[in-house]
């Protein structure tokens, strides 16, 4: 299609942007120094964040003594995570990977320092108070720059592309839920240390010079082999016809996806109960302290994919993780014992980066580089909904009808051969059936005519990876044909990397 010329009021169109398949290809070390410096700085980034985040929480129920507070946030936090979600995958597909990163730091370091602006300027009596503005005024910034934020993992699912030859993109995968395992191993450990020893203002300054020194970092990072973004038919800033039409355009893709979102509905029963549930076998201080133990399974079970990778088929990988997964789920509070409980969370947090990972390899393989931000954003909008849905709707079906029968002598009486006898039953009960559902949705998509569809699709976007192909990078993978686009230089951009 012949370009039209601009409108006279328009800017000068950009020249056609550069694809980074035809950039010149560094060695493999120099590009995965250039991968591991990148997760790393984003490692940090997202520990500085869910600090900050895990601590308002933690400060507001302390201040406050009201559920309804931190249910608020937490729940525009989901909110807004899956109202961007599409938006920001539109950007990172119609900019530089880098200058998106760039971007969303900076961004999210104004938002922190607008945050302690206001946490330091309000009176102490007001600050705490919900009938007053300042405390949600406060909350509200930093909000938003812990969502911003998240546009910097899209950015790296779309890096690893770009980066990582195709053979080894599922341990790269595996490195990044590694990576971000440590954040949310350790993150509530130290967010509580800080509440409690520095207090909210002392935390404040602290994400602030942690949040200052990532971004600075991250303007020494340079990636040459994305001269200019890849040629994107993306429009706008919240392009859902685009990304609709990119997850329809690949057979089976909208299946996948839709099979994480159901995953992830049943994964709401566990974000609902298991503090609850937790929180009735120890105490407060002994529950954070296991619950950072078993998040070292995130640590060990994307180092293993890291090493290993997810086999030749990612998605069987996937699945057969899922049905490991949905077998724990309902065995490991099927009494109620520690040392079963401690086992059971630590197996299911190392068997979860099998399936991100493999969800991401899968996209990184069949989709084009010039579309996998907006899949990516798709993704994430849809599937980030599903859990909190889950958790409203279960919270109080369990209190109003499940927990009084279990509580009942007739209840008790009839689950006591298979879950025994203690004080959460109700919760082994929900997380029994939970665990069934979830496995027998598993196996029925293990022989479903969409599996094979989506398996055949990655297969035959490996074959066509051949060794010569993938020395062009990216080059290697399924390219879709485009009209010209026009593309101004973000105002965001450093340098030209």
């Not at 530089?96 to 900076?106: C, E, S, V």
């Not at 002994?286 to 030749?312: C, S």
Request: aromatic share 10%; hydrophobic share 55%.
């Amino acid at each position: 299609m012949t370009e039209q010329p601009p409108p006279a009021t328009a800017p000068p169109a950009a020249a056609p942007a550069t694809s980074p398949t035809t950039a010149p290809r560094r060695p493999v070390e120099a590009r995965m120094r250039t991968f591991w410096s990148i997760l790393v700085n984003t490692g940090l980034a997202n520990l500085t964040t869910s600090f900050l985040w895990f601590a308002l929480v933690f400060w507001i129920y302390l201040e406050t003594r009201d559920v309804r507070a931190t249910g608020i946030v937490g729940g525009g936090y989901m909110l807004l995570m899956s109202v961007t979600a599409i938006s920001f995958g539109t950007l990172v597909d119609r900019f530089r990977k880098l200058d998106i990163m760039r971007f969303a730091g900076l961004f999210t370091l104004a938002c922190f320092v607008l945050a302690a602006g206001v946490f330091f300027m309000a009176p102490a009596a007001s600050r705490i108070r919900m009938d007053q503005p300042w405390l949600w005024v406060f909350a509200a910034l930093i909000l938003v720059g812990a969502i911003v934020e998240n546009m910097r993992n899209i950015a790296l699912s779309t890096t690893v592309t770009i980066l990582v030859d195709a053979e080894s993109r599922d341990k790269a995968n595996g490195m990044v839920g590694a990576v971000q395992g440590l954040a949310f191993m350790v993150t509530s450990v130290l967010s509580g240390l800080a509440v409690g020893q520095l207090g909210m203002g002392g935390t404040l300054v602290i994400a602030l010079v942690l949040t200052a020194a990532v971004w600075v970092h991250l303007l020494t990072l340079h990636m040459p082999e994305e001269v200019e973004p890849a040629a994107s038919d993306a429009q706008g800033h919240f392009d859902l016809m685009g990304s609709w039409l990119a997850v329809r355009a690949i057979p089976g893709l909208l299946a996948l996806l839709l099979f994480s979102t159901f995953n992830n509905f049943i994964g709401g029963v566990y974000m609902a109960l298991l503090d609850p549930y937790g929180l009735e076998m120890f105490s407060v201080e002994v529950w954070g302290v296991v619950y950072a133990i078993a998040g070292t399974g995130f640590i060990v079970g994307g180092a293993i994919i890291g090493r290993t990778g997810l086999g030749k088929n990612p998605l069987r990988t996937m699945l057969f993780a899922l049905m490991l997964m949905a077998a724990v789920g309902a065995l490991f509070t099927i009494r109620e014992w520690a040392l079963l409980f401690i086992i059971g969370i630590w197996v299911y947090m190392a068997l979860s980066p099998a399936v991100e990972a493999a969800e991401q390899t899968v996209i990184q393989r069949v989709v084009p580089l010039e579309k996998q931000g907006r899949v990516f954003g798709f993704a994430a909008a849809v599937e980030t909904s599903a859990a909190p849905v889950t958790a409203f709707l279960i919270a109080p079906i369990a209190e109003v009808w499940i927990f009084p029968w279990t509580r009942s002598d007739a209840g008790a009486a009839a689950i006591r051969p298979l879950l025994g006898d203690g004080q959460a039953r109700g919760i082994a009960l929900i997380f029994l059936v939970s665990g069934v559902i979830m496995g027998l949705a598993a196996l029925a998509a293990l022989f479903s005519p969409i599996y094979r569809r989506v398996s055949r699709t990655y297969a035959q976007a490996s074959d066509a990876a051949t060794p010569e192909s993938d020395d062009q990078g990216a080059a290697a993978e399924p390219v879709a044909t485009h009209e010209t686009y026009r593309n101004a230089p973000p105002p965001w951009n450093v340098d030209r990397d």
